[in-house]
């Protein structure tokens, strides 16, 4: 089982860039996230799907698009890079039942200039 | 407005001593707290859960510890071993908007010196 995987694994954009970040989970999981981690400040929850064909805002979700065609890929969408999306994003996934249990991938660094 | 804080950021402890990472909460809603471990480049995983109806959750040599009275919580590890160097994040859950919400803290980095 490869778990959950992310591509690209680093990327940079110019301003005004967009651009998709492909997330998938071969465990099966109801459930898939995307967050972002920045200095000092922890996982903020950008998006999230409870199943297929179903998402969600989470805590900052401003900038950000996402889609959830199949149940094992959620892709996180940039339509308008700025600066102030330069992080780290981690995709995550979980059983419907888990209480806080979550599966991360390895994460995507993105700069944007 | 942070509901999960680590206000310390880093801690070296020697090969062998015990580690005690702390965790603070603000919400009392949370019923299921969590530590993840994470190493550079890679994603964090899942170490150790807690219900907060327990007030301690043991596996090998990690134990987690829940004071609701002082919605505090604390991860120990003894002995401390040079591969469990790395970023440790409090996380804790609760049922909201049809799913598990976790809500993470900042991290602290461990470092193990042989």
């Known amino acids: 089982n490869a778990g959950v995987t992310q591509t690209p694994k680093f990327r940079v954009l110019k301003t005004g860039q967009s651009m998709t970040l492909l997330c998938a989970q071969d465990?099966?999981?109801?459930?898939m996230y995307w967050y972002r981690q920045d200095p000092g400040m922890g996982l903020r929850l950008i998006h999230y799907?409870?199943?297929?064909?179903?998402?969600a805002k989470g805590e900052v979700p401003d900038g950000y698009n996402v889609s959830r065609l199949k149940k094992q890929n959620f892709l996180l969408g940039l339509e308008s890079a700025a600066p102030s999306q330069t992080s780290v994003y981690f995709c995550a996934s979980s059983y419907s039942r888990a209480r806080g249990e979550q599966y991360f991938g390895p994460g995507t660094r993105l700069t944007v200039t | 407005d942070q509901q999960v804080k680590q206000n310390s950021p880093s801690l070296s402890v020697q090969e062998g001593r015990i580690s005690i990472l702390n965790c603070d909460y603000t919400?009392?809603?949370?019923?299921?707290f969590l530590w993840y471990k994470k190493y550079p480049a890679e994603g964090p995983t899942f170490l150790i859960s807690i219900s907060s109806i327990k007030d301690k959750n043991e596996d090998g040599r990690f134990t987690v510890f829940l004071n609701k009275s002082a919605k505090h919580l604390s991860l120990h590890i003894v002995p401390s071993q040079p591969g469990d160097s790395a970023v440790y994040f409090c996380a804790a859950s609760l049922y909201s908007g049809g799913y598990q919400k976790v809500t993470f803290g900042t991290g602290t980095k461990l470092q193990v010196i042989p």
């Open positions: 919400n009392s809603m949370f019923d299921y």
């Open positions: 799907s409870v199943g297929e064909g179903t998402t």
């Open positions: 465990m099966n999981h109801e459930y």
